[in-house]
């Protein structure tokens, strides 16, 4: 089984292409590709976003954070570790089973929450696959099966 390096190495690729400073068309950036609401929620208000009647956190300029590998790497690592305790505590039951031919694990839910989030009725994410087999896609178009399944072979046990 591979571990949580491989599985971040793996993700940029798929996210960038290893590029540290893109910008997609809907404004994710860096190598994975984070929206200003996710660094929001880990601490940084990117070019002084808050969401309305939030505060401002610790600013960080775009042009820094693209700059700034060390920096996307911890956050990756945070992101990371906060989607895999929220999968352990929404979706254990899930863990081992198969779902349209997937086998469901930790590593693929962080990716399929990376990649959709949790969801709703109105944005299909992970909740909405595991219950009812509603398969979302990105922006891009990408299912969140291939990361269930891309993403399904990672050993989590070294993040914390």
Same mark, same amino acid.
């Given at each position: 089984?591979?571990?949580?390096?491989?599985?971040?190495?793996?993700?940029?690729?798929?996210?960038?292409?290893?590029?540290?400073?893109? $910008?997609?068309?809907?404004?994710?950036?860096?190598?994975?590709? /984070?929206?200003? =609401?996710? %660094?929001?929620?880990?601490?940084? &208000? #990117?070019?002084?976003?808050?969401?309305?009647?939030?505060?401002?956190?610790? $600013?960080?300029?775009?042009?820094?954070?693209?700059?700034?590998? /060390?920096?996307? =790497?911890? %956050?990756?690592?945070?992101?990371? &570790? #906060?989607?895999?305790?929220?999968?352990?505590?929404?979706?254990?039951?899930? $863990?081992?089973?198969?779902?349209?031919?997937?086998?469901?694990?930790?590593?693929?839910?962080?990716?399929?929450?990376?990649?959709?989030?949790?969801?709703?009725?109105?944005?299909?994410?992970?909740?909405?696959?595991?219950?009812?087999?509603?398969?979302?896609?990105?922006?891009?178009?990408?299912?969140?099966?291939?990361?269930?399944?891309?993403?399904?072979?990672?050993?989590?046990?070294?993040?914390?």
């Amino acid at each position: 089984m591979n571990d949580f390096e491989q599985f971040a190495a793996a993700m940029r690729e798929q996210e960038s292409g290893n590029d540290y400073s893109v $910008v997609n068309k809907e404004g994710y950036m860096g190598a994975y590709q /984070f929206g200003k =609401e996710r %660094l929001y929620d880990l601490g940084y &208000s #990117l070019d002084g976003y808050a969401p309305k009647g939030k505060p401002r956190k610790t $600013v960080l300029p775009k042009s820094i954070f693209l700059s700034d590998h /060390f920096l996307q =790497e911890k %956050l990756f690592r945070i992101h990371c &570790s #906060l989607w895999k305790t929220y999968a352990n505590k929404h979706y254990a039951e899930f $863990v081992g089973s198969m779902a349209c031919g997937i086998e469901i694990t930790i590593s693929g839910l962080v990716a399929g929450l990376h990649l959709l989030g949790p969801g709703s009725d109105a944005r299909p994410g992970v909740t909405q696959f595991l219950q009812r087999g509603i398969v979302g896609k990105d922006g891009n178009k990408t299912p969140i099966t291939l990361y269930l399944s891309k993403f399904s072979n990672y050993d989590f046990a070294t993040i914390k």
